[in-house]
């Protein structure tokens, strides 16, 4: 069986489940379209491809960089080899998650700007980390 469908909230993080448009019902859970409704009023049956653009653009809003510690900084380089660094900054080396739509890891990013430690808001990808400003 193939399915195209979803049914999912657009601010959550994740599918509830995959729709058999047959039988609409859920893939996972066997539940109909109205006791997943039930479940979770806010979310709807949508397209994946909808659901993972949407996810995707959410993903993809500019880092904001929060002030951290050099403590922070040296336990979150010492956690984890990094996947990226480049001499002012790094990606813990394992992916927080990946990208809705293209499937790409996203890592936590920390930076230091003179003697100034920041921590990014959000993950992000190896390739956006490396195309830089970050800050």
């Not at 979803?6 to 599918?15: K, L, P, R, S, T």
């Not at 039988?23 to 397209?47: C, F, H, R, W």
């Not at 996947?83 to 992916?95: C, D, H, K, Q, T």
Request: one cysteine or more.
């Amino acid at each position: 069986m193939k399915t195209d469908y979803c049914f999912a909230n657009i601010n959550d993080h994740c599918i509830d489940d995959l729709i058999n448009m047959e039988t609409k019902t859920g893939v996972y859970s066997k539940k109909s379209i109205p006791e997943l409704q039930k479940d979770n009023p806010t979310a709807k049956v949508m397209k994946i491809s909808e659901w993972s653009q949407i996810r995707h653009n959410r993903q993809n809003t500019p880092v904001q960089w929060a002030e951290s510690t050099a403590a922070n900084y040296d336990y979150a380089l010492g956690c984890l080899p990094p996947i990226a660094y480049n001499g002012s900054g790094f990606l813990i080396g394992e992916p927080y998650d990946h990208d809705a739509l293209t499937g790409k890891p996203r890592f936590t990013a920390h930076i230091m700007r003179g003697d100034k430690f920041f921590k990014s808001d959000r993950p992000m990808t190896i390739e956006r980390f490396t195309k830089g400003p970050l800050l």
